[in-house]
């Protein structure tokens, strides 16, 4: 049963790749990747279980962490075009 | 695997340079599910953090400092370059078939110095986690080149493009608790930020130290660390950001890890033993080693976020 | 006792599983990027939470089942939200959302038209 979960999980990235190869729009191409990141989070939690390892779990919360983060700063950078303008005259800089 | 030779397909061929820093990151995800069926835990956990997350990020923000569309180039087809690929790859293929199959047990690589490691690594240091007593403990001179490495990477990017901007301030500077019109609108993502990075850090802290006894560690406690001050940069106002980890911070801590690694070993060449040798630090061998790599990966995860902190940084605040 | 507990978990499972097919064939099927995020959002909130409640129920009352728990509240909590700055992001983009006329002839002004709103 656990089988068939996973290669419903792996039909589906499948179908997320498609999505993110040919969509026509940016904004199809973010989407695809956020979906393809939750489904991995779904395919480790359940290999984790095929696999009788738990330690998986922390693994796939920080999948679903990283991937809030990356969906969010490309969907800033895309609006924006940048990731935060500095407003110049900065004596901080860097360094 | 297939997939990945999709993606890897995909990615050569297609122009925009956006997609394609989208697909790298499907394809680091599917790297980290390659590396969970293989088993390594620790490798996977790693390759989500950087590979998926931090990278696509940086990659972004160097997207927004050039185009975003690759060039097209005038290439006729290179019958010679095909053939030099095919036949070194052949050449790899062929040097493979002369390795022993995958999990053979009587392969070279589990005879030497691995059962040794997985045999006596409980006994010496107490820690149920093997990767972490290897990386921390038997190899540690190797992880101090490697937080080396991280530091020289942050301070690079910092000297080449981490210039002090002077001149006229384009914006009015925000008086504390204002946010740009911009941002305003967006309270759904602040509302949500503000739940979220307390448990995001704390996740840090909690991986950080559970890196003795699951996987997690240094590095990777780092990169979520820092990932979560980049969800607040993106978020919020970046300067009200860079306020609140001033440079001087970041400095200060990319120095203060790789300081803190190097002053374990000098502690304990300093009590008698050689250079990061942690069993003479305290009165038993395995508190001495638990206390040392304690103090090991605090440094490198004090390194590690310190640098993705101060890269990120430096390249959001670049104009184009 | 248990044979029902198996037999729920199973029931999820096989729903959760079901579930992330139909989104991702609605992520591939419909017209528009906004009505792909349906789908999107079909993964997230009904795939995922019905996968891992079908595997909290396996795992008992144990640490394991506190993490997937967490796991399954934090996607509940970003899924929608990225959804949202993706949205966000598309109509400042400039993506118009795709909306059927009605072919009855007469003008109807106030039907749902989702663009005037931000």
Known sequence: MMGAVA?????????????????????????????????????ISVYGFLSGRPEFLDLALVYALINFIATIAVSKYVEFSHMGRPSGGDELGDI | MGFMVVIGVAVARLRNLFAVVMLTGI????????????DAVDVAFTEAAVGAGISTVLMLGTLALTTSKEKAHESGSHPWALMLVVVTGMALVYGTLDMPPYGDPTAAIHHHVAPYYLEKSFGHTGLPNVVTSILASYRGYDTLGEVFVIFTAAAGVLLIIGRAKF????????????????????VILRVVSKLLIPVILLFAFYVQWHGDFGPGGGFQAGVIFAAGFILYALIFDIDTARTMISPRFTRLGLAAGVLLYTLVGVASMLKGGTFLDYSVLADTQVKGQHLGILLVELGVGITVASAMVSIFFTFARQER | MALVLDIVSWGLLGVGAVMMIIGAIGMIRLPDVFARMHGAGIIDTLGLGAIMAGLMIQGGLSIVTVKLGLIVLFVLFTGPTATHALARAALHGGVNPQIDEPDTGVEDKDQGDVSSKT
């Not at chain 1, 997320?16 to 956020?34: C, E, H, M, Q, W």
């Not at chain 2, 394809?27 to 293989?38: G, H």
Request: proline content about 3%.
């Open chain 2, 27 to 38: 394809f680091s995800l599917t790297a980290a599910v390659l590396y969970v069926v293989l």
């Open chain 1, 7 to 43: 290669a419903a999980v792996l039909v589906s990235m499948a179908l997320a790749i498609f999505r993110s190869i040919k969509g026509p729009t940016v904004y199809d191409r973010i989407l695809a990747v956020n979906a393809f990141g939750t489904l991995t989070v779904v395919l």
């Open chain 2, 167 to 186: 001149g006229r301030r384009r914006t009015a500077r925000l008086a504390p608790g204002e946010l740009r019109d911009s941002m305003r609108q967006n």
